[in-house]
């Protein structure tokens, strides 16, 4: 079996467009929240959203490559080419090895949207013009990624609800843990603009307080009312430690536990014991006693139900004086399909630089959840040892253990 | 319109949208060497002539234009058509 290692990672997010920027934004606790006014005027209930910048891509891509990419394809791009730039891999790198892609993404609804208007308008499919198809499928972050960098390992999406991005990295390792790759570009990328948004807000699961954006997402907090939906994409590349250590790329930390689990129960609503067997398996396969994690990035997402399920999981799993606990989607909101790349890439920030990013918002936690370690504000403390929570609507679950790189 | 401002017009979303540069836009330059086509990109030139002059090219037509200048013709005849 093969030890697994992350080599590069790269953030573009309502936090920063780059690692630097997220790393202020997560140590001083700056929420990425704002509104958008085109919400209200669709009707939506609130028009409370992550505010992510559209990239300028025209300096590193012609306009062929860049006619097939969706927002989120965009946002994937730049992250993407953050990690290559960390892990020290360029298209030559790319043409003379097999590296693969595995990236999340659930959704691709904006493209899909304008090209069923442009139908309308002109009844004729070609004048919906050549991108859209490859912008429409849901593989789209893949296939163009693919594609811009010649790649020539597995070239796959994998979509798994609000877990998928933590699901790439889990497919990914067992791949590269089992010596079928040596390589694979991971991550998640998430839409953020409205056309997306509306079928979900039509829910009544976002946020409605608008009068204070950044005070909106409050995982834990007893006063939260719902989630915040945000977006963007967050790369983050593996590869076997040989092959690492081959080619003298930095080592940022190494998987060593991968645990999943489906609920078998609701459609949207969460349950206890499926992360509880998620959380369990993540912890058999690292290796590790629960004592040993140190630091939780919670999936927590602000909604009632969601938080406390989670919070009872987490509890069963690791009893009292348990691991210390923040969601980090407390200034991001829900990146959802992305959400467990991003959140794996802001745990390792974290961990190279000595603090765990606080749960902002949180004034008091519900009764039954007082006895997590919830980090209210930015700790300053090394730590080794971290997992990450990520869970999805019809019940899919993922867990990761990752731990500071020992030769 | 004027064959001058479908010139232009051409001309103009040429350089915008398909990122041509203004230097080797030739009346008898080949289009589709100048601009690299592939038949991805016809998909996209039928749109923006939809888009500027308000007809839309069938795909065939394309064979028989193999030049800047065959292209302005081309667009210059169905405008004047209409």
Known sequence: ?407 | MSTEEIVKTINGFLVEEFEVEESVIEPSANLKESLELDSLDYVDLVVEIESNFGFKVKPEDFSDIHTFQDFYDYVANKVGQN
């Open chain 1, 1 to 407: 079996m093969n030890r697994v290692v992350i080599t590069g990672i790269g953030v573009y997010s309502c936090l920063g467009s780059n690692i630097s920027e997220v790393e202020h934004s997560l140590k001083n606790g700056i929420s990425g929240i704002g509104i958008d006014p085109e919400r209200k005027e669709h009707g939506f209930r609130s028009a409370l959203t992550g505010i992510v910048p559209t990239p300028e891509l025209k300096p590193f891509l012609n306009r062929r490559q860049r006619v097939g990419l969706a927002p989120q394809g965009e946002y994937a791009y730049m992250a993407t080419k953050e990690a290559m730039e960390m892990s020290k891999m360029d298209l030559d790198f790319f043409e003379k090895n097999e590296v693969g892609i595995l990236y999340g993404n659930d959704s691709s609804a904006k493209p899909v949207i304008d090209a069923t208007d442009a139908l309308r308008a002109k009844k004729d499919t070609t004048l919906i013009g050549s991108g859209s198809i490859f912008q429409s499928m849901n593989s789209t972050v893949t296939m163009n990624l693919a594609t811009i960098l010649k790649l020539k390992g597995i070239n796959m999406t994998i979509s798994a609800a609000c877990a998928s991005g933590s699901h790439s990295i889990g497919m990914g390792y067992f791949l590269l843990k089992h010596g079928m790759q040596e390589r694979i570009i991971c991550g998640g990328a998430q839409e953020v603009s409205y056309h997306s948004m509306g079928s979900f807000d039509g829910l009544s699961t976002f946020s409605i307080r608008e009068d204070d954006p950044t005070k909106a997402s409050r995982p834990f907090d007893k006063s939260r009312d719902g989630l915040i939906p945000s977006g963007g994409a967050s790369t983050v590349i593996i590869e076997t430690l040989e092959s690492a250590q081959r080619r003298g790329a930095p080592i940022l930390g190494e998987i060593l536990g991968y645990g999943f689990s489906s609920n078998g129960d609701h459609i949207s609503h969460p349950n206890v014991e499926g992360p509880v067997r998620s959380l369990k398996m993540a912890l058999k396969e690292s290796g590790l006693r629960a004592s040993d994690i140190q630091y939780i990035n919670a999936h927590a997402t602000s909604t009632p139900a969601g938080d406390l399920s989670e919070g009872k999981a987490i509890l069963e799993t690791f009893g009292n004086d348990g691991p210390f606990v923040s969601s980090t989607k407390s200034m991001t909101g829900h990146e959802m399909w992305m959400a467990g790349a991003s959140e794996v890439a802001y745990s390792l920030i974290m961990m190279q630089n000595g603090f765990m990013a606080p749960n902002i918002n949180l004034v008091e936690p519900d009764d039954e959840l007082k006895r997590l370690n919830i980090i209210a504000d930015t700790r300053y403390q090394d730590f080794d040892i971290f997992l990450s929570n990520s869970f999805g609507f019809g019940g899919t679950n993922s867990s990761l253990v990752i731990r500071k790189f020992k030769a």
